[in-house]
């Protein structure tokens, strides 16, 4: 009896895994303090997609304290950036067809949602990946690391 208990035990804790399978998707607050409430993203390299959501929980418009959720190559950034800021607010601060973009949201405002997903596969282990804001003078203070995870 004793014995048959300890193969059923042993067959729920192989099968455990798949109860705690990774988290494929985030949600990530942005406010009008022009602040992303995390720093840090770690995605499962077992996830085929990843799906983060953005929710702009304050008040102000998209002209005034739009938000966006941009990931790059962290080398990418700063240009990705600059190339935003001159395409304007009609492309949501991001140039058309930037191949530097590895995903990105669209332009909200407070008291709006959106999401984006992207293929894990199209990112390495081991890189080096940032994601920001696009709005003009927000990539400074909203932005943080995308790690690939085990
Ligand atoms: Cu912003």
Known sequence: MVYRRLIIALGLLLTTPA???????????????????TDRIEVSASCETFTVTLEHVGNL?????????????????????????????????????????IAATDLIGGGEQTSVTFDVSALEAGGDYTYFCSFPGHAAAMTGTLAIVE
Do not use: S
Not at 76 to 99: F, H, M, N, R, S
């Open 61 to 101: 418009g998209v002209r005034a304290m739009g938000h966006n959720w941009v990931l790059t190559e962290t080398a990418d950034k700063q240009a990705v950036v600059t190339a935003g800021t001159e395409a304007g607010l009609e492309q949501d601060y991001i140039k058309p067809d930037d191949e530097r973009v």
């Open 19 to 37: 109860v705690f399978a990774a988290d494929c998707e985030i949600t990530v607050e942005a406010n009008d303090a022009m602040q992303y409430d």
